[in-house]
T-cell receptor, first 114, second 116 residues
């Protein structure tokens, strides 16, 4: 059965700290790995990763995929209180010319204290 | 450019009732997926619609059904509601790329369903 596992489940840090969130997966028909940030309701897109070893960056956030280890990390440097949210990792699984679906982990709850 | 819109935002139903949730995809998107997110969990895939057909289905009972209209909007129907159906229901839209990865799926704000 396809699964995505995130760690840690929750994390409390202080402003200015650097955090690393982990995601590992066991998914057949892997197509891509995506990171989302969920604050209230709608998950908002952060990154999509398809190639191993290529880092994607957006401001203080960065992410990289390791297809050999079936894992990805999301780094946030110089954290701010506005980074407090649930961070979701999802793997896109494709099914042979039909369509695809996202398999989500349970998320990491990040709390950044002033 | 409107993103993904869902209605209603909140809903309270009684066990055994039926509910219909609605989703309008982002402009230019033709594929709609539905997810159920229970408290403290990640979203779980319910099903996906493309060209008005259900293309892929997750591990949900037949009480969960859907529909896609010619304008790409979609409905999720749940019959014989159970207390365990209480959750945030998210709609995601994307553009069908065949064998290529999707660029990203855009999510709506969700419908919070409470079954009492």
């Amino acid at each position: 059965e396809d699964k995505v596992v995130q760690s840690p489940l929750s994390l409390v840090v202080h402003e200015g700290d650097t955090v690393t969130l982990n995601c590992s997966y066991e998914v057949t028909n892997f197509r891509s790995l995506l990171w989302y940030k969920q604050e209230k309701k709608a998950p908002t897109f952060l990154f999509m990763l398809t190639s191993s070893g290529i880092e994607k960056k957006s401001g203080r956030l960065s992410s990289i995929l390791d297809k050999k280890e079936l894992s990805s990390i999301l780094n946030i440097t110089a954290t701010q209180t506005g980074d407090s949210a649930i961070y979701l990792c999802a793997v896109e699984a494709g099914y042979g010319g039909a369509t695809n679906k996202l398999i989500f982990g349970t998320g990491t709850l990040l709390a950044v204290q002033p | 450019d409107a993103g993904v819109t869902q209605s209603p935002t909140h809903l309270i139903k009684t066990r055994g009732q039926q509910v219909t949730l609605r989703c309008s995809p982002k402009s230019g998107h033709d594929t709609v997926s539905w997810y159920q997110q229970a408290l403290g969990q990640g979203p779980q895939f319910i099903f996906q619609y493309y060209e008005e057909e259900e293309r892929q289905r997750g591990n949900f009972p037949d009480r969960f059904s859907g529909h896609q209209f010619p304008n790409y909007s979609s409905e999720l129907n749940v019959n014989a509601l159970l207390l365990g159906d209480s959750a945030l229901y998210l709609c995601a839209s994307s553009a069908y790329r065949g064998l290529s990865p999707i660029t990203e799926a855009f999510f709506g704000q969700g419908t919070r369903l409470t079954v009492v």
